[in-house]
T-cell receptor, first 116, second 109 residues
Framework: NAGVMQNPRHLVRRRGQEARLRCSPM?????VYWYRQLPEEGLKFMVY????????ESGMPKERFSAEFPKEGPSILRIQQVVRGDSAAYFC??????????????FGEGSWLTVV | DAKTTQPPSMDCAEGRAANLPCNHS???????VYWYRQIHSQGPQYIIH???NNETNEMASLIITEDRKSSTLILPHATLRDTAVYYC??????????FGPGTRLSVLP
């Protein structure tokens, strides 16, 4: 029973380049969440997606960041023109549905982005 | 903003029970209490959750007070591998999981 799979685990980008982080949810899960954790800070919600739909992007920076979850394939978090402040761990989580307060979400091991 | 208050850090001797408190005095009737932990450089790991009744699984026990304004996560026999940041989260239907600073538990040999 594979868990949430994220890749790459570590990514180094120069300032101005693009970063693409991928997330494959657990089998049977159709809801994906992205969180960011800056160095020595807590986890911050970024975006919540269902297949082909962005449900809540209230935590996404207004510029340079985008997310998608296509009908086929993994969810992608895309960061354009990266800056040093984008250096962080990006965690993806998934759940089978959002109905009901009792549902929990399961996290992947994260993707560590370093901007040099 | 997180709806919970936790001590920033705690120590526990290896082999002893670790009791991690959480205050959630403004919890509403439909909100569940969740616990996650994050071991250094890893993704958050789900531990347990509950609504009103006490819960137990292979990892831990969750004790919720009768008025639901506070709870305690119990790790019955802490090991060095339990050293982590523990997050208590209160969440209602349709809401995102909001992580606060959590409690940094250090299990000491």
């Amino acid at each position: 029973n594979a868990g949430v799979m994220q890749n790459p685990r570590h990514l180094v980008r120069r300032r101005g380049q693009e970063a693409r982080l991928r997330c494959s949810p657990m089998k049977g899960h159709s809801h994906v969440y992205w969180y960011r954790q800056l160095p020595e800070e807590g986890l911050k919600f970024m975006v919540y997606l269902q297949k082909e739909n962005i449900i809540d992007e209230s935590g996404m920076p207004k510029e340079r960041f985008s997310a998608e979850f296509p009908k086929e394939g993994p969810s992608i978090l895309r960061i354009q023109q990266v800056v040093r402040g984008d250096s962080a761990a990006y965690f993806c989580a998934s759940s089978p549905s959002r109905q009901g307060s009792g549902n929990t979400i399961y996290f992947g091991e994260g993707s560590w982005l370093t901007v040099v | 903003d997180a709806k919970t208050t936790q001590p920033p850090s705690m120590d526990c001797a290896e082999g002893r029970a670790a009791n991690l408190p959480c205050n959630h005095s403004t919890i509403s009737g439909n909100e569940y209490v969740y616990w996650y932990r994050q071991i250094h450089s890893q993704g958050p790991q789900y531990i347990i959750h509950g609504l009103k009744n006490n819960e137990t699984n292979e990892m831990a026990s969750l004790i919720i007070t009768e008025d639901r304004k506070s709870s305690t996560l119990i790790l019955p026999h802490a090991t060095l591998r339990d050293t982590a940041v523990y997050y208590c989260i209160v969440r209602n239907y349709g809401q995102n999981f909001v992580f606060g600073p959590g409690t940094r538990l250090s299990v000491l040999p």
